[in-house]
């Protein structure tokens, strides 16, 4: 079955930094683009990040561009998004997702989806 398992998501003081990583397993992934999104509260799942497979296509939301920085390391089936200059409205659970294409912004794009973890961002 092929699963993804993000991590690393807790709580940060506002203006910190996180390190959220997604690991794919049961099948290989290097050909699928990666994106995270995230869900607060309330509110639709929205767009964050996404990369395409080869890592050389990247794309961001506003609300993160130049806070956050979407990578993948392929040899480990990994993605990783490092996130800088948190604020309280980045407070959500985030979610990986693969599919073929990580410029997509709906979720309906996207063929596979980790559990999410939580970001809580407290001033």
């Known amino acids: 079955q092929a699963q993804l398992v993000e991590s690393g998501g807790g709580l940060v003081q506002a203006g910190g930094s996180l390190r959220l990583a997604c690991a794919a397993s049961?099948?290989?992934?290097?050909?699928?683009?990666m994106s995270w999104f995230r869900q607060a509260p309330g509110k639709e799942r929205e767009f964050v990040a996404g990369?395409?497979?080869?890592?050389?296509?990247?794309y961001y939301s506003d609300s993160v561009k130049d806070r956050f920085t979407l990578s993948r390391d392929n040899r480990k089936n990994t993605v990783y998004l490092q996130m800088h200059s948190l604020r309280s409205e980045d407070t959500a659970v985030y979610y990986c997702a693969a599919g073929p294409d990580g410029s997509k912004r709906t979720t309906g794009a996207y063929d596979f989806w980790g559990q999410g973890t939580q970001v809580t961002v407290f001033s």
């Open positions: 990369i395409s497979w080869t890592g050389q296509l990247v």
């Open positions: 049961g099948r290989t992934f290097d050909r699928y683009a």
